[in-house]
């Protein structure tokens, strides 16, 4: 199996930048957890925002993270559990054809992606894996990387 460390995708010149086009269901966190996502252990504090997105997948995203990545959809307020929309914010992505490793960020949850999978760069140090069959649902390409 591939492991990757050090990555950075700004450097490849295979990854290209999309956004999310997707509405998901939030729940935030009133204790500390973890929760099984088709990628592996997402470890979360109480206040994180604990996510179950349009393919029936779920993860969680740190507090701190979360209101930059989403935003409320109404009657929805801000902070509240309900329906939230992703942001339209450019990430880099990179198609993996073989089996392969890697942390959501530096010493945390360590993710498998499958071959055909996508590798997810949200900004330095900061990972996540789409399964291709959700990643072609919910990602849509903006531009060449390179």
């Known amino acids: 199996m591939l492991e990757l460390r050090n990555i950075d ?4 010149p295979f990854a290209e930048s999309y956004v999310k086009t997707e509405i998901v269901t939030v729940a935030f966190a009133r204790q500390e957890g973890e929760l099984l996502s088709l990628e592996g252990p997402n470890r979360y504090l109480p206040g994180d925002a604990l996510i179950s997105g349009s393919t029936d997948s779920r993860w969680s995203v740190s507090r701190h993270r979360f209101d930059a990545k989403y935003e409320a959809m109404p009657p929805t307020m801000a902070g509240e559990d309900g329906g939230y929309r992703a942001r339209p914010i450019s990430i880099l992505a990179k198609q993996i054809a073989e089996a392969f490793i890697t942390a959501r960020s530096a010493g945390g949850d360590v993710l498998r992606g499958s071959p055909g999978d996508w590798l997810l760069q949200y900004g330095p140090w900061d990972f996540g894996i789409a ?6 649902q919910v990602y849509k390409k903006i531009s060449s990387h390179n």
């Open 131 to 136: 399964e291709h069959h959700r990643f072609a």
């Open 9 to 12: 995708l700004t450097t490849d």
